[in-house]
C-alpha cells in the first residue's frame, strides 16, 4: 500500500516564504501527475498547481509568480515552494498522485500552512 505525506507547514508572516513537501512510501507504483489542493475553512477545496511525470507545470492564477511546484521522479516527491505568502494562502495543503495507466488517486493526509503577522 503506498502513502503519501505532506511536510513542511507552518506559521509565517504576510511576505514570508514557505516550502512543503509530499513524499511516497510503501508499495509505490508508477505515478503520473501530482498537484497541490489547498482548502481555507469554510471554503471548497481548490487546485493550486500541477505537474506532469516530464515536469510541466500548471499554476492558478491566485498563485502564479509567487508559487513553485517540482518534483523528483526517481525519489517520489513534489514540493512546492511558496514565496511572498498572503493571509488568503491560509489554508490545509493537500499533495495529490495520479496512478498512471490508472484512474486511481492517492491523497495526503494535508499540511496546515498559517500566514498571519
Known amino acids: 500500500q503506498v502513502q503519501f505525506v505532506e511536510s513542511g507547514g507552518g506559521l509565517v508572516q504576510p511576505g514570508g516564504s514557505l516550502s512543503i513537501s509530499c513524499a511516497a512510501s510503501?508499495?509505490?507504483?508508477?505515478?503520473?501527475?501530482m498537484g497541490w489542493y489547498r482548502q481555507a475553512p469554510g471554503k471548497q477545496r481548490e487546485l493550486v498547481a500541477t505537474i506532469t511525470r516530464g515536469g510541466s507545470a500548471n499554476y492558478a492564477d491566485f498563485v502564479k509568480g509567487r508559487f513553485t511546484i517540482s518534483r523528483d521522479n526517481a525519489k517520489n516527491t513534489m514540493t512546492l515552494q511558496m514565496n511572498n505568502l498572503q493571509p488568503e494562502d491560509t489554508a490545509v495543503y493537500y499533495c495529490y498522485a495520479d496512478r498512471r495507466f490508472s484512474g486511481t488517486r492517492y491523497w495526503g493526509q494535508g499540511t496546515q500552512v498559517t500566514v498571519s503577522s
Open positions: 510503501g508499495s509505490i507504483p508508477s505515478i503520473g501527475d
